[in-house]
């Protein structure tokens, strides 16, 4: 068992075309980093220089926004699924 | 002849050929249409426009398509007219009503950018298109798309109003309530089109998509004589109105349609159960916080507006400001648009037009100075939170008498001629 991660359209050339990988980790945080070493290059890509995730890219733990849980020290089990997902992916007016 | 050249990163500033991309894959920025400005300068004068069938097309070189219009022939160019009544009980000088409530098809203003987004989806061989939405844009999108051929798919949240999934269905698209806010619809749907080869018409062709919202700009500015207003209030959900308004200002300069110099503030206007851009403004922040929507004014709650940061950095940097207003200001502001100008608007008009009043009241908005409302949608689409608010019809008998003696008190010393 370990997490599931969605990878959006853009980073799936990273992940051998795959749209959905297998991560561990106990928070957002570990799981970005066992991202990067099953896929390097990910984290660079979501990510600002300091380590942050980047202004348009949003994280969802089962469904949930992560800014409305612990951000990247949100807690994640086995069975959760993450999704990563492009701000500007919709909204409108 | 196409004037666009191609796209490009608004954050990174990365070229990419005009195809069907909308987020850098660098850096996840948004990206932006970028137009032959000197060779629109040549051809698109006041003449060439006013000579032209009056519908959004008449902006075309500005518009991101390659070959001719195909959806959406009809739309736009909606009544621009300066407010009497309105202003007077406002108490300002000069005030204007932008009325995309009679946008042609579906009465709101999201009829541009589904037309340009349609005729961009068939340039690209697309045979089904899809859209998430609060109801307009799934409106429009299920109208415009019946005629234009496509197989449709269209995502909205359990919880709207009767009219707007009426105003859907009608059209028998695929239409798909999902369980949760527009939020959820919207991840969802950002799910759902990297899995299926689908146009979603405000996500993976966006960048063309977002675009019509220019057109009410424009539309703004050559209505009022070929000149631009000091201020535009303006609604925000998603946050891209405001940022489209404010380039089609850019623009319109830049190729000396209007005054190079005019200076024009702009007003993000939302309900305080979902103002996460106005939050923002007012904390003078760059980070957009999301929120959980809780307002009547269901076609502008979504707490997590994807042109959020734009947003805020238009109205600030064009010196403007945003406010929110509550949901019984919102159905004051409805009363008070259809009782003085005859413009029946939906919730989002509302909160636009309380959102003015405020700004004015506060002194945010000066008196004497020319004022734009854009109201956007109609009221027939949002009848629900003015169910008990509205008072009833006076009922009688189909008699003379019945009339007279229920009116009685209102009928007192009302002439029972006409005057020679």
């Given at each position: 068992m370990a997490v599931t991660v969605r990878i959006p359209t853009p980073l799936q050339r990273l992940t051998n075309g795959q749209g959905e990988v297998q991560c561990t980790g106990s928070t957002v945080n570990d799981l970005l980093a066992d991202l990067e070493k099953r896929h390097p290059g990910v984290k660079e890509r979501i990510c600002d220089e300091s380590g942050k995730l980047r202004r348009f890219v949003n994280v969802f733990v089962n469904e949930e926004d992560i800014r409305f849980l612990q951000g990247d020290q949100t807690a994640v089990k086995d069975g959760d699924e993450v999704s990563i997902i492009p701000a500007i992916a919709g909204g409108m007016a | 002849m196409s004037y666009m050249i191609g796209l490009k990163c608004r954050e990174c500033g990365r070229a990419y050929p005009k195809e069907v991309i909308f987020v850098c894959e660098y850096c996840f920025g948004s990206i932006e249409v970028d137009y032959d400005y000197d060779a629109i300068r040549r051809v698109l004068t006041k003449e060439a426009i006013a000579r032209r069938p009056e519908s959004l097309w008449r902006y075309r070189e500005l518009l991101p398509i390659e070959g001719d219009p195909a959806v959406g022939l009809s739309s736009g160019f909606t009544p621009f007219f300066r407010s009497e009544r309105l202003a007077e009980r406002l108490g300002v000088e000069e005030l204007y009503i932008k009325d995309d409530s009679v946008s042609h098809p579906t009465l709101s203003f999201k009829d541009r950018v589904v037309s340009i987004a349609l005729t961009r989806a068939k340039e690209f061989g697309f045979d089904t298109v899809a859209c998430a939405s609060t109801g307009n844009l799934a409106n429009s999108v299920a109208a415009l798309s019946a005629r234009a051929g496509f197989h449709r798919y269209i995502f909205i949240p359990s919880d709207l109003e009767m009219g707007k999934i009426i105003g859907s269905l009608i059209y028998r698209p695929t239409l798909v309530a999902v369980e949760g806010t527009y939020d959820d619809v919207n991840r969802l749907c950002a799910e759902i089109g990297s899995k299926y080869p689908w146009a979603f018409v405000n996500i993976n062709i966006r960048p063309y998509y977002a675009e019509g919202s220019k057109t009410y700009g424009y539309e703004v500015l050559e209505q009022l004589g070929w000149r631009a207003p000091q201020h535009i209030v303006v609604p925000c959900a998603g946050g891209s109105l405001i940022t489209k308004i404010n380039k089609a200002i850019k623009?319109?300069?830049?190729?000396?349609?209007?005054?190079?110099?005019?200076?024009?503030?702009?007003?993000?206007?939302?309900?305080?159960?979902?103002?996460?851009?106005?939050?923002?403004?007012?904390?003078?922040?760059?980070?957009?916080?999301?929120?959980?929507?809780?307002?009547?004014?269901?076609?502008?709650?979504?707490?997590?507006?994807?042109?959020?940061?734009?947003?805020?950095?238009?109205?600030?940097?064009?010196?403007?400001?945003?406010?929110?207003?509550?949901?019984?200001?919102?159905?004051?502001?409805?009363?008070?648009?259809?009782?003085?100008?005859?413009?029946?608007?939906?919730?989002?008009?509302?909160?636009?037009?309380?959102?003015?009043?405020?700004?004015?009241?506060?002194?945010?908005?000066?008196?004497?100075?020319?004022?734009?409302?854009?109201?956007?949608?109609?009221?027939?689409?949002?009848?629900?939170p003015l169910l008990s608010r509205l008072g009833k019809p006076v009922r009688i008998k189909p008699t003379l008498a019945s009339f007279e003696s229920t009116l009685g008190e209102q009928l007192a010393g009302v002439p029972t001629k006409r005057r020679a």
């Amino acid at each position: 068992m370990a997490v599931t991660v969605r990878i959006p359209t853009p980073l799936q050339r990273l992940t051998n075309g795959q749209g959905e990988v297998q991560c561990t980790g106990s928070t957002v945080n570990d799981l970005l980093a066992d991202l990067e070493k099953r896929h390097p290059g990910v984290k660079e890509r979501i990510c600002d220089e300091s380590g942050k995730l980047r202004r348009f890219v949003n994280v969802f733990v089962n469904e949930e926004d992560i800014r409305f849980l612990q951000g990247d020290q949100t807690a994640v089990k086995d069975g959760d699924e993450v999704s990563i997902i492009p701000a500007i992916a919709g909204g409108m007016a | 002849m196409s004037y666009m050249i191609g796209l490009k990163c608004r954050e990174c500033g990365r070229a990419y050929p005009k195809e069907v991309i909308f987020v850098c894959e660098y850096c996840f920025g948004s990206i932006e249409v970028d137009y032959d400005y000197d060779a629109i300068r040549r051809v698109l004068t006041k003449e060439a426009i006013a000579r032209r069938p009056e519908s959004l097309w008449r902006y075309r070189e500005l518009l991101p398509i390659e070959g001719d219009p195909a959806v959406g022939l009809s739309s736009g160019f909606t009544p621009f007219f300066r407010s009497e009544r309105l202003a007077e009980r406002l108490g300002v000088e000069e005030l204007y009503i932008k009325d995309d409530s009679v946008s042609h098809p579906t009465l709101s203003f999201k009829d541009r950018v589904v037309s340009i987004a349609l005729t961009r989806a068939k340039e690209f061989g697309f045979d089904t298109v899809a859209c998430a939405s609060t109801g307009n844009l799934a409106n429009s999108v299920a109208a415009l798309s019946a005629r234009a051929g496509f197989h449709r798919y269209i995502f909205i949240p359990s919880d709207l109003e009767m009219g707007k999934i009426i105003g859907s269905l009608i059209y028998r698209p695929t239409l798909v309530a999902v369980e949760g806010t527009y939020d959820d619809v919207n991840r969802l749907c950002a799910e759902i089109g990297s899995k299926y080869p689908w146009a979603f018409v405000n996500i993976n062709i966006r960048p063309y998509y977002a675009e019509g919202s220019k057109t009410y700009g424009y539309e703004v500015l050559e209505q009022l004589g070929w000149r631009a207003p000091q201020h535009i209030v303006v609604p925000c959900a998603g946050g891209s109105l405001i940022t489209k308004i404010n380039k089609a200002i850019k623009e319109f300069k830049l190729l000396g349609l209007i005054d190079p110099d005019a200076h024009v503030k702009l007003y993000a206007s939302q309900a305080t159960g979902c103002a996460p851009i106005v939050n923002t403004i007012k904390e003078r922040s760059d980070i957009v916080k999301p929120v959980k929507p809780n307002t009547i004014a269901k076609s502008l709650a979504i707490g997590n507006p994807a042109d959020g940061y734009y947003a805020t950095k238009t109205a600030l940097e064009s010196g403007g400001w945003g406010e929110s207003v509550s949901d019984e200001e919102i159905i004051d502001a409805m009363r008070l648009l259809a009782e003085t100008e005859g413009v029946f608007t939906e919730t989002a008009g509302g909160v636009t037009l309380a959102v003015a009043k405020k700004l004015i009241e506060q002194g945010v908005i000066p008196r004497d100075e020319s004022i734009v409302v854009c109201i956007t949608g109609n009221g027939l689409k949002t009848q629900e939170p003015l169910l008990s608010r509205l008072g009833k019809p006076v009922r009688i008998k189909p008699t003379l008498a019945s009339f007279e003696s229920t009116l009685g008190e209102q009928l007192a010393g009302v002439p029972t001629k006409r005057r020679a």
